[in-house]
């Protein structure tokens, strides 16, 4: 539809699906079966038979690492049965031969030495399902991000130390056990926080999969920031389209809309949460979106306030709209309130901005002298074309130096050094428009962040869990964002993410079960005395002390868990252990990377 970066793409992608979800909803759809997979073997009592495969990464790891001479080391080590190197581990081809190699060499653990484990160890762990061996009985070793990347200069050093790090992945790999997860009953409804056009959207795409929402919005009125905004978007008024949605909304059954709604709290995990709102609304639902938005920046600059002529663009955008609009010398002031010794932020939004105002302007007005000072403008994309017209009905721009002075108001004119010209430029005004930003509310937004444990990155936004690979997910799973609470965006760009978000959101709550990660902490309660200082460390509220038939004890809650393991390292009397990463599996890899035997002093 457009040149979009990676991040846009991917979410705009998941839109898509939703969009065309919804027209397969129907009491006829007969969805489509869940993957079958074969019996898992079982290795208890059996000699460990370790597969090993090398992977070249194209130039990423092969350029640097000599692959084929890492694979025939491997061969060397205890417990290895196969070995080989591979240009791509994750093509389906490779993929396929793990899998089927797992029963020709009758494998019972396996080891792929390639990138990073957060991106791809997934499709292993598939790999090692479809060939009958359970998933957690395989492990990573990472020579890309670990070894190739960081010592591309030194082939030798770096082919020593993807030896190092496939030895104490093997040696790991050796005390694996077979792990499960545990299967989550999930409640098929979704609360959507913030009653904006993006709230809206993503509200509307939900219940079109016949999934209930409550959408919670803190005014009185649905339509958020976009209620001030008067100009079109593709042709369509903008009140217009708000109002539609507004309608769209409050007439479909599934919705049920909460305004002048205060939120108290957001308790649960992924699939069984509470909405519980200050009026006492009570309510469970599987997944929370949020898109609460984000105000404009309130300028103090250019004495914005107590000066009539200084107005900000959305004011100047309702004056022309209203036809109240007679300036006839006006100045445009850009990255007022971002790109700044306390805003590093660009708002994205703002140079848009102007330049549909100034164009408005001189096509009401052909004799109108209409300036916009900017460090540069960035109207990504198809908007390139706004800025062709307006320089073509007469608009000047004027960029200013950044390691000047910022532009100047006496009253009278603005004035600013002209970086081509090599000179200060001064303009006579009777109108002076700042581009103001986006602010991000961040007190707003850390209230929820408490609630739901996600992030908050530097500039006040709520910080994703993958910018390119999950743009719209947080690291706590069933919880999504979309719209000005993710960062700033154009209307088209919040509608398109919302509909991401209520895509991913749908990925959960349209299944009866979940099932848990299966390395999750576990509690030994013959050691735990109950003393609570895992309950205390856990940011994801995954344990509480319980009382049982032998005094107080930690109980883990699997859904919640991460695995992250800060309850392992804080618990005293050694009682917390990580599936997955237990002390005997983590002293091998310590022993290995020492090149002391498996199991040695």
């Given at each position: ?5 990676i ?8 839109g898509a699906a ?6 397969i ?13 074969p019996?898992?073997?079982d290795v208890?009592?059996k000699?460990?038979?370790i ?6 990464c ?13 694979a025939k ?10 070995s080989?190197?591979t ?5 389906q ?7 089927e190699?797992?029963?020709?060499y009758?494998?019972?653990?396996v ?9 791809h160890e ?17 492990n ?5 991000d ?8 030194e ?10 790090l496939v030895?104490?992945?093997i040696?790991?790999?050796a005390?694996?056990?077979p792990l499960?997860?545990t299967k989550?009953?999930?409640t098929?409804?979704?609360?959507v926080i ?8 993503t509200?509307?795409?939900i ?9 919670v ?5 649905l339509g ?6 008067r ?7 903008t ?27 957001l ?5 069984n ?8 609304t009570?309510e469970?639902v599987?997944?929370?979106?949020l898109?609460i938005?984000a105000p ?15 107005k ?13 609009f ?7 002031i850009?990255?007022v ?5 306390k ?6 939004v703002c ?18 002298n209409?300036?916009i ?21 007469g608009v000047?721009f004027?960029r ?10 006496d ?6 050094f ?9 303009v006579p005004?009777?109108c ?14 850390e209230?929820?962040a ?15 869990a993958?910018?390119?690979l ?10 999504y964002v ?6 700033p965006?154009h ?5 398109a993410?919302?509909?991401?978000a209520a895509s ?23 050691y ?19 009382e ?12 919640l868990?991460k ?14 252990e ?9 002293i ?14």
């Amino acid at each position: 539809s457009a040149t979009k970066d990676i991040p846009t793409t991917v979410a705009e992608s998941s839109g898509a699906a939703a969009k065309a979800g919804a027209y397969i909803v129907d009491e006829n759809f007969v969805p489509c079966a869940p993957k079958e997979y074969p019996a898992e073997k079982d290795v208890a009592g059996k000699d460990v038979r370790i597969g090993v495969w090398v992977c070249e990464c194209g130039i990423n790891i092969g350029a640097t690492v000599n692959v084929p001479e890492v694979a025939k080391y491997a061969e060397t080590l205890p417990n290895v049965v196969y070995s080989t190197s591979t240009m791509y581990a994750c093509a389906q081809d490779c993929l396929q031969a793990i899998s089927e190699a797992i029963s020709t060499y009758d494998l019972t653990r396996v080891v792929v030495a390639s990138c990073t484990p957060r991106t791809h160890e997934p499709l292993f762990r598939v790999a090692c399902r479809e060939g009958g061996l359970n998933p957690y009985l395989f492990n990573m070793a990472n020579i890309r991000d670990q070894c190739s990347w960081i010592h591309m200069h030194e082939p030798e050093a770096a082919t020593k130390k993807a030896k190092d790090l496939v030895r104490m992945a093997i040696a790991k790999a050796a005390l694996l056990e077979p792990l499960q997860g545990t299967k989550i009953p999930v409640t098929s409804a979704a609360a959507v926080i913030g009653g904006g056009i993006t709230g809206m959207t993503t509200a509307l795409d939900i219940a079109a999969q016949g999934v209930p929402v409550h959408l919670v919005e803190k005014e009185a009125v649905l339509g958020g920031q976009a209620l001030k905004f008067r100009h079109k978007e593709d042709g369509i008024d903008t009140q217009d389209f708000v109002q539609d949605l507004v309608k769209k909304v409050n007439d479909n059954k599934l919705i049920t809309v909460h305004l002048n709604a205060e939120i108290k709290d957001l308790p649960g995990f992924v699939g069984n949460f509470k909405l519980q709102l200050m009026d006492g609304t009570d309510e469970a639902v599987g997944a929370v979106i949020l898109a609460i938005g984000a105000p404009a920046y309130q300028p103090t600059e250019y004495n914005y306030g107590t000066d009539a002529k200084v107005k900000t663009n959305i004011e100047v955008e309702n004056e022309i709209a209203d036809g109240k609009f007679n300036a006839k010398n006006v100045a445009f002031i850009q990255c007022v309130g971002s790109r700044n010794d306390k805003v590093s932020y660009c708002s994205r939004v703002c140079c848009t901005n102007s330049l549909r105002n100034a164009i408005s302007i001189k096509l009401a007005d052909p004799t109108a002298n209409v300036t916009i000072f900017h460090k540069d403008i960035r109207s990504y994309g198809f908007r390139e074309e706004m800025y062709r017209k307006a320089c073509e009905v007469g608009v000047t721009f004027l960029r200013y130096d950044e390691a000047a002075p910022l532009p100047a108001y006496d009253g009278n004119a603005v004035t600013a050094f002209d970086a081509t010209l090599g000179a200060d430029v001064s303009v006579p005004v009777d109108c002076v428009v700042l581009a103001n930003g986006i602010a991000p509310a961040r007190e707003e937004k850390e209230v929820i962040a408490k609630m739901l444990k996600i992030p908050i990155s530097k500039d006040g936004f709520y910080f994703e869990a993958h910018q390119k690979l999950r743009p719209v997910d947080f690291a706590t799973e069933g919880v999504y964002v979309a719209g000005l609470a993710h960062w700033p965006k154009h209307m088209d760009e919040c509608l398109a993410q919302g509909s991401g978000a209520a895509s991913r959101a749908l990925t959960v709550i349209s299944k009866e079960f979940l099932t848990s990660e299966g390395i999750v902490a576990s509690v030994n309660e013959t050691y735990c005395d109950g003393c609570g200082v895992c309950e205390g460390c856990c940011d994801y509220k995954a344990i509480t002390i319980i009382e049982t038939d032998g005094g107080l004890k930690s109980n883990v809650n699997a859904g919640l868990c991460k695995g992250c393991g800060c309850c392992v390292a804080s618990c005293p009397s050694g009682a917390m252990e990580q599936k997955g990463f237990k002390n005997s599996q983590i002293i091998a890899e310590v022993d290995a990377c020492l090149d002391f035997p498996v199991g040695g002093e």
